[in-house]
C-alpha cells in the first residue's frame, strides 16, 4: 500500500472555488496515472479527473471546464483545482494513483476529504 494523503477539502458557496493536493508517502514504486474520485452522498466512487504521468488530462463531462488536474512527478503529487461549483459537486473527494512495480500493478485510494458546497 501507498498511503496517499489528500487535503484541502471543506465548505464553499456555489460558484466558488477550491483547491485539493494530495501527496503519496512512503516507499514509492513507480506510478503511473493519477486524480480524483468523487463519491456524491447515496453514490459510488467514480473518477472525475486523471492525469497521466505525461500529463495528458481526461475529465468526466460534468467537470469538463470547470476542473483542472494537475500533478508534480517529482513530489509525487496531485492537485484538483476546482472552479465555479455547483451544489451537485457535494461529495468526498479520493485521490488516486495507478501503480506498477515489477510485474504488479494496483490501484490505490486515499482517505477521503469532503467537499460541500451550498446553494
Do not use: H
Not at 495528458?56 to 496531485?78: I, P, Q, W
Amino acid at each position: 500500500q501507498v498511503p496517499l494523503v489528500e487535503s484541502g477539502g471543506g465548505l464553499v458557496q456555489a460558484g466558488g472555488s477550491l483547491n485539493l493536493s494530495c501527496a503519496a508517502s512512503g516507499s514509492i514504486p513507480s506510478i503511473n496515472a493519477m486524480g480524483w474520485g468523487r463519491q456524491a452522498p447515496g453514490k459510488e466512487r467514480a473518477l472525475v479527473a486523471v492525469v497521466t504521468e505525461g500529463g495528458t488530462t481526461n475529465y468526466v463531462d460534468s467537470v469538463k471546464g470547470r476542473f483542472t488536474v494537475s500533478r508534480d512527478n517529482a513530489k509525487n503529487a496531485v492537485y484538483l483545482l476546482m472552479s465555479s461549483l455547483k451544489p451537485e459537486d457535494t461529495g468526498e473527494y479520493y485521490c488516486y494513483a495507478s501503480l506498477t512495480t515489477g510485474s504488479l500493478s494496483w490501484n490505490s485510494w486515499g482517505k477521503g476529504t469532503l467537499v460541500t458546497v451550498s446553494s
